[in-house]
């Protein structure tokens, strides 16, 4: 499935309704594609909480209930919504309630071994095995 990302910054706007004409759009586009092509799409909310907020002004919640509106049914026109957040805390259970996202899936901080191996992708060999040392001395 193709997947789309997409960030507040994408989508923000500083014009009043803007940033939820915007959001409306995006999911329109997608439920067109799928009407034309049966084609699914998964939609990926990067740093969700910055939609998602507990914290609300009148055009967060603006944006909030678009969202909402938004993703009622959004399956059943081809629209997998996908949310990833450092801090789910903050998000605003509304948005987040059993039924708009499920499953739920928390992935914790990565291990040691997976540190490593994350970091040899972007290290040479002689300075991971030194990287390891160091690690293992803290």
């Given at each position: 499935?193709?997947?789309?990302?997409?960030?507040?910054?994408d989508v923000g706007s500083s014009f009043?309704?803007?940033?939820?004409?915007?959001?409306?759009?995006?999911?329109?586009?997608?439920?067109?594609?799928?009407?034309?092509?049966g084609e699914a799409s998964i939609l990926f909310f990067d740093e969700c909480d910055s939609f998602f907020s507990k914290s609300t002004n009148d055009e967060n919640r603006a944006v909030l209930n678009t969202l909402k509106?938004?993703?009622?049914?959004?399956?059943?026109?081809?629209?997998?919504?996908?949310?990833?957040t450092n801090e789910k805390d903050n998000l605003n259970t509304a948005i987040v309630r059993d039924g708009r996202f499920d499953p739920k899936i928390e992935v914790g901080y990565p291990d040691e071994e997976a540190r490593i191996a994350l970091i040899?992708?972007?290290?040479?060999?002689?300075?991971?095995?030194?990287l390891h040392v160091n690690l293992k001395k803290n």
């Amino acid at each position: 499935l193709p997947l789309y990302q997409i960030k507040l910054s994408d989508v923000g706007s500083s014009f009043v309704n803007e940033s939820e004409k915007n959001i409306k759009k995006v999911f329109d586009q997608l439920r067109k594609k799928y009407r034309e092509t049966g084609e699914a799409s998964i939609l990926f909310f990067d740093e969700c909480d910055s939609f998602f907020s507990k914290s609300t002004n009148d055009e967060n919640r603006a944006v909030l209930n678009t969202l909402k509106e938004e993703m009622n049914n959004a399956g059943e026109d081809g629209i997998y919504v996908v949310a990833a957040t450092n801090e789910k805390d903050n998000l605003n259970t509304a948005i987040v309630r059993d039924g708009r996202f499920d499953p739920k899936i928390e992935v914790g901080y990565p291990d040691e071994e997976a540190r490593i191996a994350l970091i040899a992708k972007k290290q040479n060999a002689n300075e991971l095995i030194m990287l390891h040392v160091n690690l293992k001395k803290n």
